[in-house]
């Protein structure tokens, strides 16, 4: 009997202690990267473009690889929601339980699995077959394959779990399929959209290896389409390269920068979320 | 009436091939690359590449032993290290904390999730690595620059315990509650009930979940390419660098066009990472099917 006991203790001490270490790592890597990251950090990091000899220790900062991250995971976004919407109303609302829509399911499964640097490589390789070179718009389509899974499957979830009940009230309204899936189920999804597209961008915003031969780098604002542009992880990943611990200090500044800003993705889609609700039928 | 009629035609088709266009993916992309990597295919025999150690590309030598190698020290390395914890933190989630505190600690999974890897990477550098140089190298009587595969796997160890304690904590709570009650009525202890029903029965979801977790490890690029040291050398301990396969890539590829099947074998290492996650998560997804099937029937 106490054996039993004995046993029973021992392992939910295991457990919680398990649970602590997980917390801890979370919060032992948040709290390094702004305690090294936010000190290093000034205005000019954020409001310039680097200088001549930037990497030597001079003066400047990320500007172009703030932008140019915000314009590589936006852009991704913005075409992998226009692919993704249709796809997730397809499978729940026109495709039949088929053997087609629990083989998409199951593909974008697997694809969601595949590591970010294949996207990277694939990429690259279209790209040197229609003679492109590494710009912006190649780093929007790494992306956005690396998007797509992660969207997709989001939005298929909170589809899914729309109550029958509504769909059949439209119909009976007269109501066609279309009308229906844009009037009631992409209404009544939204939050569960929304979070879905915040998730998407925050992976993308993150994501070094998609865009490492993609996008390429530059010290410059990419102007158009097929400018090369900076990233922010690239930023750190090039900077903490250096042998210079002036510019090291930018890496970790640059980290807290881009550790800041998922974080801050992640929190708004939660209220982004919440303030959707109010077109949710309950 | 008719337009609307046609509305509708029309957006089912969009949808329709919007579907068919994203599940087709993973497929361009292996085909891609076993296209691409035709060229050494052709020139080198598969046990050259794969068991020489020999890796000079200006001599055409093309050895992935090294490679293959640093890539399974690392992964192994972080799965031996994250199963344990992040089952434990599972079932922990799953069967004994209170709802409030699985309130908190979810909303922290996520952010764990979301962290970028070259954050994890910097981390790494910050703290794993100096971490190994200073205490625990000595410890065991080792000199090293603190870059070895026992920072990587630590580093990746931490990157893969979401996915693990997510899916795992999901199919955990998905066993049928009067499975549970008819062990504690029988007198089983809640740790009893856990061992002999609960994971028992959820057996099947958690290695999934496990293998799904060593998939993220496998191909894992930034995170573990910052600390790992990439030295083309097969690790012989925890204290030695390594160079795994992702690693490989993106420190090459794009760069040494000028020799000729470089890039095809670039494009192979790729193929490769490609194939092997996708085995994996194809296991695992066989596996989750099976029992979402089972517990929607049952």
């Not at chain 2, 996520?110 to 910050?126: E, Q, R």
């Not at chain 2, 420190?251 to 670039?266: Q, V």
Request: with cysteine; proline share 5%.
């Amino acid at each position: 009997m106490d054996k039993r006991k004995i046993e029973e203790n021992f392992f939910k001490g295991m457990m919680i202690l398990s649970t602590l270490i997980v917390i801890a790592s979370l919060l032992v890597v948040l709290i390094v990267l702004l305690f090294k990251g936010v000190p290093a950090l000034n205005l000019s990091m954020l409001t310039q473009t680097p200088r001549g000899g930037y990497y030597l220790g001079k003066e400047g900062g990320i500007l172009n690889a703030i932008v140019g991250s915000l314009y590589l995971a936006c852009g991704a976004t913005v075409i992998a929601f226009a692919m993704s919407l249709p796809t997730a109303l397809y499978l729940n609302e026109y495709a039949k339980r088929s053997k087609l829509t629990s083989f998409t399911r199951q593909s974008l499964d697997i694809l969601w699995s595949v590591p970010s640097i294949i996207y990277g490589v694939f990429g690259y390789t279209i790209m040197i077959y229609l003679g492109m070179r590494a710009s912006l718009l190649g780093g929007i389509i790494a992306l956005t394959l690396l998007e797509l899974p992660i969207m997709i499957r989001a939005m298929d979830e909170v589809i899914m779990m729309i109550p029958p009940k509504l769909k059949e009230a439209s119909y009976a309204l007269g109501a066609t399929k279309l009308e229906t899936t844009l009037n009631v189920i992409a209404r009544q999804a939204l939050p569960g959209i929304l979070m879905a597209i915040m998730l998407a961008l925050g992976r993308a915003i993150g994501d070094a290896a998609s865009v490492l031969f993609t996008a390429g780098y530059t010290d410059h604002i990419p102007r158009s389409l097929f400018d090369p542009a900076a990233s922010l992880p690239l930023a750190v990943f090039f900077q903490l390269g250096t042998p210079f611990p002036e510019v090291q200090q930018r890496a970790y500044a640059s980290g807290a920068i881009l550790l800041v800003i998922v974080l801050s993705v992640s929190i708004a889609s939660r209220l982004l979320a919440k303030r959707a609700m109010k077109y949710v039928i309950r | 009436m008719n337009t609307r009629r046609l509305k509708d035609l029309v957006a089912s088709k969009i949808m329709f091939s919007a579907a068919i266009l994203s599940s087709l993916i993973v497929l361009i992309t292996a085909l891609a690359l076993f296209y691409r990597s035709i060229p050494i295919l052709k020139t080198q025999s598969l046990s050259d590449l794969f068991l020489s150690s020999s890796w000079h590309p200006w001599r055409e030598e093309f050895g992935f032993y090294p490679f293959i190698m640093g890539t399974l020290w690392v992964t192994a390395l972080a799965m031996v290290l994250s199963i344990p914890i992040s089952l434990l933190t599972s079932i922990y989630l799953a069967e004994y904390a209170p709802s409030k505190v699985r309130g908190i600690i979810k909303p922290m999974m996520d952010l764990l999730a979301g962290i970028p890897s070259v954050v994890y990477g910097l981390w790494g550098v910050l703290v794993v690595v100096p971490l190994i140089r200073e205490y625990v190298a000595p410890l065991a009587g080792v000199i090293t620059t603190g870059y070895t595969v026992l920072a990587g796997g630590i580093v990746l160890a931490i990157m893969v315990f979401p996915i693990i304690i997510s899916v795992s904590e999901e199919v955990i709570r998905a066993v049928p509650r009067e499975t549970r009650e008819a062990s504690m009525a029988l007198g089983a202890t809640k740790w009893q009930t856990v061992k002999h029903v609960v994971i028992r029965s959820s057996l099947p979801g958690i290695i999934a979940a496990i293998i799904l977790g060593f998939g993220r490890a496998f191909g894992e690029t930034m995170a573990v390419l910052m600390v790992v040291g990439n030295v083309p050398k097969a690790p012989s301990s925890l204290y030695d660098p390594a160079y795994p396969l992702p690693a490989l890539i993106a420190n090459n590829y794009g760069e040494m066009m000028s020799i000729p099947l470089y890039d095809s074998a670039l494009l192979l290492a790729a193929l490769i990472l490609l194939l092997t996650v996708l085995l994996f998560s194809v296991i695992a997804e066989i596996i989750l099917v099976r029992i979402k099937r089972r517990y929607s029937l049952g």
